[in-house]
């Protein structure tokens, strides 16, 4: 196992707030609630999950450079 970053902070683009979140490493997060302004984020085109798009790291089937394959699609 490579060294794998498990939390990833979310930045809202639509308020600016930030959360330090537990990324799932066997599935991709498409959908993220804001806790401040409830506004529903989803991943840009071309990233696979929020964590890619608005997240400090991105997801782990990403970091672990096996991108797509048990994840997305
Ligand atoms: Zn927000």
Known sequence: MNNIILESTL?????GHSKTEQMP?????????CESCHNL????SGDCCVFC??????CPPVQN???HS????
Do not use: N
């Open 11 to 15: 930045v809202c683009p639509v308020c």
């Open 25 to 33: 490493t066997d599935a991709c997060q498409w959908f993220y609630e």
């Open 41 to 44: 984020l989803k991943p840009k």
């Open 53 to 58: 798009s608005y997240g400090s790291v991105p």
């Open 65 to 67: 450079q096996d991108k």
């Open 70 to 73: 048990g994840c997305c699609e």
